[in-house]
């Protein structure tokens, strides 16, 4: 063990090696590392500059730990390479590089963050690659941000994954990882709003649903964002070299707009966008949307229910168009009766005509003129 110390202590103050990250990949024969090969030609172009210092590199997921292995090659003159995992069975990892120090815990716990603050209180690069899940991103991020130096990078892997719903993010799921890194790139251009908004005031979205933020201070030293194929790097410096600064106007001679010479050290001057409405808050994108969901949430209860209403009124109504069809086959079997007995009548009503007209006849018949005496005696006899 004092050997392999003595070792790497001496290849610390060594000059850096010249194998490439992908030659470092393509011949590792130790711990599993697992990496699209994208990140490996990501992460030459981002960290060979950093190859000959004494970085402090914190990773966040390490899964059989293969990686910290790789990076204490690459990193050759590396004092602090620190790897935190969830998974109980990062215990298990053993390494002879003294540099080299494993943090089995929730990175986004209290206890898991002075753990890694322990083996250093600050990071020159930083490297996410843990659960993948848009929360777990987020809440990393802000939580260990402000542990990277300035002139560090922050690297967020397999950001592809924001993608999906089982990682709690979609194409344009507004609380996704991608969401909330792509409104970073808003908090650089802070100075050019032309509304009195802080930076935090776009991401207060995020605070309220994940319930953690970063401070005005921190979020003024992000200084670049860039987007890679599943890969987001955060670069930090201080404030006074995020802003635009002065113009620079040089040269003698001027086609067109010639006084742009007397521009040369003016500040940008930002025009006020307190009358666009496009640049109001609140509300934000996110809680608009929310509102409309929960708006639509409660049209499609109300459309439901009077579906059910309405379905309960076509039931009635075709009950009772049943009943009005029963109704008029009576009233038609009324009519037929109505129209039989009209004809019976009519044929009574002839009938006494005709028993009229023969009793008028009767009385008018001479027959009739000469019992009239008898007929009256009769009629006194029965009274009597």
Not at 228 to 247: F, M, Q, T, W
Request: aromatic share 8%; glycine share 6%; with cysteine.
């Amino acid at each position: 063990m004092l050997e392999a110390r003595t070792r790497i202590l001496s290849e610390m103050n060594s000059t850096p090696g010249t194998q490439t990250l992908l030659d470092l990949y393509a011949s590792h024969r130790g711990k599993v590392s697992d990496k699209w090969t994208v990140y490996i030609n990501i992460y030459e172009e981002l960290f060979r500059s950093y190859r000959g210092s004494r970085l402090r590199l914190l990773e966040i997921g390490i899964q059989n730990g293969g990686s910290l292995e790789i990076w204490s090659r690459y990193f050759e003159n590396a004092t602090a390479l620190v790897g935190c995992d969830i998974n109980a069975a990062c215990t298990q990892l053993r390494y002879d590089d003294p540099r080299i120090h494993v943090v089995v815990g929730d990175a986004n716990t209290d206890e898991s963050e002075r753990a890694i603050a322990a083996h250093s209180e600050r990071f020159d690069l930083i490297i996410d690659d843990g659960s993948h899940r848009s929360s777990d991103i987020i809440r990393s991020f802000i939580r260990y941000f402000p542990r990277l130096e300035q002139g560090g990078i922050f690297v967020v892997e397999d950001l592809h994954c924001s993608y999906w719903q089982e990682f709690e993010g979609g194409l344009v799921d507004p609380w996704s990882s991608m969401s909330f890194l792509k409104r970073l790139a808003d908090i650089i251009n802070h100075e050019h709003w032309g509304a009195p908004y802080r930076r935090a005031e776009i991401l207060r979205s995020f605070e309220r649903r994940y319930g953690v933020g970063l401070d005005e201070e921190s979020l003024a030293q992000i200084h670049a964002v860039e987007f890679y194929n599943s890969v987001c790097v955060i670069r930090k410096r201080a404030p006074s070299a995020n802003e635009l600064g002065p113009r620079v106007v040089v040269g003698t001679d001027a086609i067109t707009a010639a006084q742009l010479m007397a521009q040369h050290g003016m500040r940008a001057m930002v025009e006020a966008q307190t009358a666009n409405p496009w640049s109001i808050l609140p509300p934000l994108p996110e809680d608009e949307l929310l509102e409309l969901r929960s708006r639509q949430k409660i049209w499609l209860q109300t459309e439901s229910e009077l579906r059910v209403e309405l379905k309960q009124f076509q039931g009635s109504v075709s009950a009772k168009d049943l009943e009005l069809s029963q109704t008029r086959q009576e009233l038609k079997h009324i009519q037929q009766q109505l129209q039989t007995t009209q004809a019976r009548v009519e044929e009574c009503e002839g009938q006494l005509i005709t028993l009229k007209d023969e009793i008028r006849a009767i009385r008018a018949s001479t027959s009739w003129r000469v019992t009239y005496p008898m007929r009256k005696l009769a009629d006194f006899l029965r009274r009597r």
